[in-house]
């Protein structure tokens, strides 16, 4: 019987891989010792992972195989395969993982307290392969269910935004520690993604759909927009914002429990411009099991990986409408489930994490449960509007 198994498996596997060469136009699987949460880039083709398991963690930079940039004969670039460009460990687990622009910093949180733990990822030194803890800030909570949100943009000296909840957040300088800023809220909601949206201007998404947009250059009180009307009981709801030129030309996407996906404007950050109803099995996961996310170089385009799927589906919004309707996947990459055996009684294989290449339109990481890690450059099914890159910003 197992032999049979195996066989039906091997027939599944070579059917999907063929399949493969239609919808891809890259793709390349790679295996992790240990499963990552965090994908985070630190250039266009170096990106870091570590490990979240309660016992000792890799943590990596890797780079991206090089035959993903050969624009012409590909055949010829021997390099197919990630490589180390630098390691450590680390004792805790990694929940959340932010690179500090104009750096070779990292700083983390093991989702368990709001305390951040701050990385060297190496120079030009002749320790340059070596990723080394050099400090930590303390956060204002001992302990929490969802563990620190974290944002990072370019400044003249390194600062880093983190919190908890609502009223966790706060900008520390990240030689001295200092606070540069704290937001002042009368509520402490468990945050679900901490967002700039600009230098100075950030979005606070919390759990229970609300979020504050608030300005480090000022102590006002942050302009505070409710959840979207929900379509059933959601408990939950994770967030994205999208990058745009300008302030206005921004979006936010949140995705509730009960698979509802409402994109907003910064001028009505309660009300929706298009929403669609997700056939994404999000009811029982937990807050880090589910991403959400713009892609940042082509036109509507939206990831969402969540349960136990083990798939990340794309979907294209422009085709949304106002009023809430059910929405197909634009593409949906299968690889993880597919090339994971699965026999009565093992675990189910879900994706852990997934990011868009920050310059490659079609282009995402993609990593599960199991441990396989992708890089995958999806074909458009039907050439359709959300093809488009997005417009230069420039």
Known sequence: MGEMEDTDFDDVLDDWFIE???????LHVYQLEHPTQVIE????RTVCVAGYSSSKNDILELRLPLKL???????????RDFKVVCGGF?????????????????VTNDGQSSDLQVWDLGGDDTAADVIRRTGSIKGKRRASETGSRIAARLSSAPQVLHGAHSSDVQLTQLTSGQTLYKLETDS???LS?????????????????SVYMADTRTSAAPQLSPPPASSGESVHWWMDVSAGPQLSSCRVVRLSSSGQAVISDMRNLGGAVCQAQLDVQTCCCKPDDVRVSWAPALEDCVSVSAGFSGVVEIYD????????QEAQPLFQHRGHVVASQQTDGSVPVFVTSHVWHPERPRTLLSAASDGSFH?????????SAAGRPTPDTD
């Open 188 to 190: 402490a909601d468990p």
């Open 90 to 106: 680390t004792e805790g687990p990694v929940r959340c993982l932010r690179y500090i622009p104009g750096t070779r910093c990292v």
């Open 375 to 383: 890089v995958w450059d999806w074909v458009d099914p039907d050439g």
């Open 69 to 79: 940039f050969a624009d012409e004969n590909k055949g010829l670039c021997a390099e």
């Open 41 to 44: 880039w630190t250039s266009e």
């Open 317 to 324: 919004t422009s085709v949304w409408r106002t009023e809430l």
């Open 193 to 209: 993604s901490l967002q700039f949206v600009g230098d100075t201007v950030f979005l606070a998404g919390c759990c229970n759909g």
């Open 20 to 26: 493969s060469l239609k919808l891809y136009k890259d």
